[in-house]
């Protein structure tokens, strides 16, 4: 078998030959891309019952809601890192939302952090 392929490949000239005929060199792998650095991201829900059904794994989408303009996906498929404690953080809870833990790119927790400080933000299950 190994005898059948030198022989084929002697035939047609191997990878110098195809190259002169304008076939080019062999394409390249394009290098990896880096991985992407997840950072753990604390962000206020504006609804904390809402944050009281979501769980550690959970996959979700941040809406920021401003009075001025549509509301807009500030995280997509973020994962919950962390939930508030009902039972702690009990007192935590109210109008003022709730704290949960999102892990997401480090861009992403930039925008969030943002978006927090100027909009309400909700959540959807993914």
């Given at each position: 078998m190994l005898a059948v392929a030198a022989a084929a490949l002697a035939?047609?000239?191997?990878?110098?030959?195809?190259?002169?005929?304008?076939?080019?060199p062999p394409a390249k792998e394009p290098p990896p891309s880096p991985p992407v650095r997840m950072v753990s991201a604390?962000?206020?829900?504006a609804d904390a019952a809402t944050v009281r059904l979501l769980r550690p794994g959970d996959r979700v989408d941040v809406?920021?809601?401003?009075?001025a303009g549509p509301p807009r996906v500030v995280a997509e498929g973020a994962r919950v890192a962390g939930?508030?404690?009902?039972?702690?953080?009990?007192?935590?809870?109210?109008?003022?939302g709730a704290l949960v833990?999102?892990?997401?790119p480090r861009?992403?927790?930039r925008a969030l952090v943002g978006a927090g400080a100027a909009a309400r933000l909700?959540?959807?299950l993914c």
């Open positions: 035939v047609s000239g191997g990878p110098q030959a195809q190259a002169s005929r304008g076939a080019g604390p962000v206020r829900i809406v920021a809601a401003e009075r939930v508030p404690d009902p039972e702690k953080d009990g007192a935590d809870a109210g109008a003022g833990v999102l892990s997401v861009d992403t927790a909700a959540v959807t």
